[in-house]
């Protein structure tokens, strides 16, 4: 089982992947996919729902644990493909399809590697690899259903595209939604409390707003408003309009210090989190997995994008093949040769760790 031989596989797997559609919560086909790799290394594996996980040969009570982690769900291809989002080709060293970059060539790589490492006696630590699902809509039987299950995780490998460079802080994320009211009325009538004109100030103020507490790794707390909705005919006023407010939370705030200042400082009629349970998460600098990635000349930086790291509770490391400024792009692709790198490096790390 030399390097070159699952590299080979790996690739091939990604091109099945990639043909296999598995929209978030319908990635019955792809899972199917997965379990014949395990099958095929004769490595025993657990199934719940679409999430698939195994520990390595030699799991030991006695010893930390590292977990491996990437999705195999992806996002509905969007309108701007000119190539069919579910055929896998290579172009001048390019592999296109839908998946590929986000998160396919990381899973597929971290899945290579744990099964490198499954027969080897003499690690310092165990290895769990879990394929999981509904990462790209948060959804309810995604990784975090499967971790109660999970041995005791001290420290995670998240599969994500970052060029192989160290993500050691991710932004988190709460949505909410907002109310702004005002007096319905008929709109030949005058009306000085109208809904949709009472607003514009709303959203000056989440456009000014600024958050006190900047993170040296991750920058400010974004907040965005990407949605408004109200009205239902030309003639009448609404009684009130619909917002919905993105928040990207740093490593200086909780989700739960976000809502209550929104709560009190917002000039909205009410606004509410959709949930709180997508926190910022991180790895301090000196932990031996990031020294053991900055030794084989990986930089660190914190990644403003959500991942299965917002649900975990341990130190975890964002670290995958790919670049993330591809992901749900039109004909969306991986290097060929970035998959190769990113087998090789994950192996070479977990070489160098000392958890």
């Not at 290579?112 to 990462?135: C, G, I, P, R, W």
């Amino acid at each position: 089982m030399t390097i070159e031989n699952l590299t080979t596989a790996a690739i091939q797997l990604l091109k099945n992947l990639i043909e296999t559609p598995s929209f978030s919560g319908e990635e019955d086909a792809t899972a199917i996919l997965i379990i014949a790799w395990f099958t095929t290394y004769k490595i025993p594996y657990q199934r719940v729902d679409h999430n698939i996980w195994a520990v390595n040969k030699s799991f030991s009570d006695n010893k930390p644990t590292l977990l491996l982690n990437s999705h195999h769900d992806t996002v509905q291809p969007n309108k701007g493909y000119t190539k069919d989002p579910f055929k896998a080709t290579v172009e001048e060293g390019k592999l296109y399809g839908l998946g590929s970059n986000d998160a396919g060539g990381a899973l597929v790589s971290l899945l290579a590697t744990f099964t490198y490492y499954y027969h080897k006696e003499d690690l310092q630590y165990n290895l769990v690899f879990v394929a999981s699902a509904e990462e790209e809509n948060s959804g309810p039987l995604g990784l975090h259903s499967v971790l109660p299950l999970l041995p005791k995780i001290d420290v995670a490998i998240v599969g994500e595209p970052t060029l192989m460079q160290l993500a050691i802080a991710e932004k988190g994320l709460v949505v909410f939604d907002a109310i702004v009211k005002g007096t319905p009325t008929h709109a030949a009538h005058p009306n000085t409390d109208n809904a949709i004109y009472n607003t514009i100030p709303v959203l000056e103020w989440f456009q000014n707003y600024s958050f006190k507490k900047p993170s040296e790794v991750l920058g400010d707390v974004k907040m965005t408003v990407t949605q408004i909705n109200a009205g239902v005919q030309h003639n009448a006023v609404p009684a009130e309009v619909a917002l919905v407010i993105d928040v990207r939370v740093n490593d200086a705030y909780t989700n739960q210090e976000i809502c209550d200042i929104l709560s009190s400082e917002s000039p909205c009629t009410s606004i509410t989190p959709r949930g709180i349970r997508l926190n910022s998460s991180s790895i301090p600098a000196d932990h031996p997995l990031v020294k053991a990635g900055v030794t084989l000349e990986r930089k660190t930086y914190g990644s403003p994008t959500l991942s299965d790291q917002a649900v975990l509770s341990c130190p975890s490391l964002k670290l995958g093949p790919g670049d993330s400024t591809r992901s749900h792009t039109a004909d969306e692709f991986i290097y060929v040769s970035e998959i190769k790198e990113g087998i090789r490096i994950y192996i070479e790390l977990l070489k160098q760790v000392i958890i």
